[in-house]
T-cell receptor
Framework: GQNIDQPTEMTATEGAIVQINCTYQ??????LFWYQQHAGEAPTFLSY????GLEEKGRFSSFLSRSKGYSYLLLKELQMKDSASYLC???????????FGQGTTLQVKP | DTEVTQTPKHLVMGMTNKKSLKCEQH?????MYWYKQKAKKPPELMFV???????INESVPSRFSPECPNSSLLNLHLHALQPEDSALYLC?????????????FGPGTRLTVT
């Protein structure tokens, strides 16, 4: 089977750095996605990691360790608009459908 | 154009009504998806169309009926829904199915069943 774990809620301060962790268990591995979803809006794609290491995109970076079944999303220079839910997702090796974690709700405070 | 559009944005329907949700993309994507999302939960896959053929049905009740008229359009026909079907219905598309490409989501239809 497949299982994805991420913290339910996190709080951080504007201007700070926050790391959102995701651990997964899959029978096969075809990469890991991070999506951002603001309340009442659609998820938007942030990153896709298929090889080990860190991928940086502006203020957002995503890290993957396949041997540890672990990924994190790093948000730097936090802004109020970063308050959102962050979803970790892996494709099922059998069907290719995306398996989502429960999402981490990040609240950025002034 | 990296946009997936959905209509209507909001829909209120009674349990005896028949309505349809519509989704459109012009990115040349060959996979399209319907998801249901309840508050504070992740999207829950309902259907996947690959090259206009239904490839995955996640044991969705028959009161939900998907249709893919062509490679750009995806419909979800609703009939005899229950109040617990009230949710945000999201459409998404990706280059192909199989999970290796990011999915682009539409803004969703907020459905309320009374």
């Amino acid at each position: 089977g497949q299982n994805i774990d991420q913290p339910t809620e996190m709080t951080a301060t504007e201007g700070a750095i926050v790391q959102i962790n995701c651990t997964y268990q899959t029978s096969g591995f075809n990469g890991l996605f991070w999506y951002q979803q603001h309340a009442g809006e659609a998820p938007t794609f942030l990153s896709y990691n298929v090889l080990d290491g860190l991928e940086e995109k502006g203020r957002f970076s995503s890290f993957l360790s396949r041997s540890k079944g672990y990924s994190y999303l790093l948000l730097k220079e936090l802004q109020m608009k970063d308050s959102a839910s962050y979803l970790c997702a892996v494709p099922s090796s059998n069907t290719g459908k995306l398996i989502f974690g429960q999402g981490t709700t990040l609240q950025v405070k002034p | 154009d990296t946009e997936v559009t959905q209509t209507p944005k909001h829909l209120v329907m009674g349990m005896t009504n028949k309505k349809s949700l519509k989704c459109e993309q012009h990115m040349g994507h060959r996979a399209m998806y319907w998801y249901k999302q309840k508050a504070k939960k992740p999207p829950e896959l309902m259907f996947v169309y690959s090259y206009e053929k239904l490839s995955i049905n996640e044991s969705v009740p028959s009161r939900f009926s998907p249709e893919c008229p062509n490679s750009s359009l995806l419909n979800l026909h609703l009939h005899a829904l229950q109040p617990e079907d009230s949710a945000l219905y999201l459409c998404a598309s990706s280059q192909t199915a199989g999970g290796l490409y990011e999915q682009y989501f539409g803004p969703g239809t907020r459905l309320t069943v009374t």
